[in-house]
C-alpha cells in the first residue's frame, strides 16, 4: 500500500472530479473492471489515479471521468429539465382557451390522439393555475363524476342528489369569478356527462372546452337529440389541431442534447405527432444512458421501434 506521504496533492476540481467520480460509480453499481472499460483504462491505473498514488500526470483519466459525469448530466437535464415547446399547436390552444375564458365561450379542441392537445391544455393550466379548472375524463364518465370533480378543484362540499349539487357547483364558479373550465378526453364522456356540462355552462356562462378527438363532436351530432342537440348547437368556438411540422419539433427536440441528424430522423419516424416525438427523444437518451453512449440515430431508432411496438401491443390488448 503507498504510503500517504506519496499521494499526489489534487487541486480542488480534481479533487472535485474524483468525489463525483467515485459517486458516479457508486450510483451505476459500477465494479472497478467495469469503471475502467467505460474510460478505457485499466483497473490498475484507476485504482492509482482514485488513490491519488499514479506515478504520472492523471489529466487524461481525469478528463475522461469528466466526460462521462458531464454526458451523464447532459442526458439527465434532456429528460428532467426539457422545457414545454411552444408549437404551433399551443399557440392554437392557447388562443382558443384565452377566447372562450375572456368571452364565457363553450368550445372544443378537437385533433387525432397525440397531436398535442392534452400537453398544451396542461401548460396553459400551469401557466393560469387561478382561473383553470381542467379535468380528465374516465371511460364512461357521467354527470355527477364530473361535477364532483368540479367541486374538488373548488374545494367545495357537496350534499344531496344530482340537482342540489349542480346548483352548489354553478353557484360557487359564479363567486369564484367564472373560471375556465377544461374537460380532457371528451371522448369518454357520457351523454349525461355532456349534459352536466352544458348546463354547468348555461347557468354561468364561464368558459368551458372540451377536448378530444374529431369524432367526439361526430358523435354528437349524429347522435344528437333534445338536450344533447342543445349541447352541440352551442359550439361557437371550434380548434382543429393537426400534426406538427418540421419548425415544431426543431422547437420539441432542440432541447434532448442529441445530434441534428438524429433529431432529423426522430421527426420523420413520429409521423407528425407530438406526443410521439417526446415520448421517442425522452426514450432515446434513455436508451443512450442505459448504454454508456450518447444519443444518435441508433439510439433515435431503437426508441421509436421500441414505443411502435408498445403501442402495437396496446391496440390489440
Known amino acids: 500500500m503507498a504510503d500517504p506521504a506519496q499521494r499526489r496533492a489534487y487541486t480542488p476540481n480534481e479533487d472535485k472530479v474524483i468525489r463525483l467520480w467515485a459517486a458516479y460509480k457508486t450510483s451505476k453499481r459500477l465494479t472497478a473492471v467495469q469503471a475502467a472499460k467505460l474510460l478505457k483504462y485499466s483497473s490498475s491505473t484507476m485504482t492509482q489515479v482514485e488513490a491519488g498514488t499514479y506515478p504520472s500526470a492523471p489529466d487524461g483519466v481525469l478528463k475522461a471521468m469528466k466526460r462521462v459525469i458531464d454526458n451523464e448530466r447532459r442526458r439527465d437535464a434532456a429528460i428532467k429539465d426539457a422545457p414545454f415547446a411552444v408549437t404551433s399547436a399551443y399557440e392554437q390552444v392557447e388562443a382558443t382557451c384565452t377566447l372562450c375564458f375572456e368571452g364565457g365561450m363553450f368550445g372544443v379542441i378537437e385533433g387525432p390522439s397525440g397531436a398535442g392537445k392534452t400537453m398544451s391544455v396542461n401548460a396553459f393550466a400551469e401557466k393560469h393555475p387561478g382561473d383553470v379548472i381542467l379535468i380528465t375524463c374516465s371511460l364512461g364518465y357521467s354527470g355527477e363524476p364530473l361535477l364532483e370533480d368540479i367541486a374538488e378543484h373548488l374545494r367545495l362540499r357537496l350534499h344531496g342528489r344530482i340537482h342540489r349539487k349542480l346548483r352548489q357547483v354553478c353557484e360557487e364558479l359564479t363567486v369564484r369569478g367564472k373560471p375556465l373550465i377544461i374537460i ?18 348555461d347557468d354561468v356562462h364561464c368558459g368551458m372546452i372540451f377536448v378530444g378527438t374529431p369524432d367526439f363532436r361526430a358523435n354528437i351530432a349524429k347522435n344528437a337529440t333534445g338536450l344533447d342537440q342543445q349541447g352541440f348547437n352551442r359550439f361557437s368556438e371550434v380548434c382543429q389541431v393537426g400534426t406538427v411540422n418540421e419548425e415544431d ?30 415520448d421517442g427523444m425522452k426514450r432515446a437518451v434513455t436508451i443512450a444512458r442505459e448504454t454508456g453512449g450518447n444519443a444518435d440515430e441508433v439510439c433515435v431508432q431503437a426508441a421509436f421501434m421500441t414505443l411502435r411496438d408498445f403501442r402495437d401491443l396496446s391496440r390489440r390488448a
Open 249 to 278: 419539433a426543431e422547437k420539441i427536440t432542440r432541447f434532448f442534447n442529441v445530434p441534428m441528424a438524429a433529431r432529423r430522423l426522430a421527426f420523420k419516424a413520429c409521423g407528425g405527432y407530438a406526443r410521439l416525438l417526446n
Open 184 to 201: 380532457d378526453e371528451a371522448d369518454k364522456l357520457t351523454s349525461r356527462g355532456f349534459q352536466a356540462g352544458r348546463t354547468v355552462w
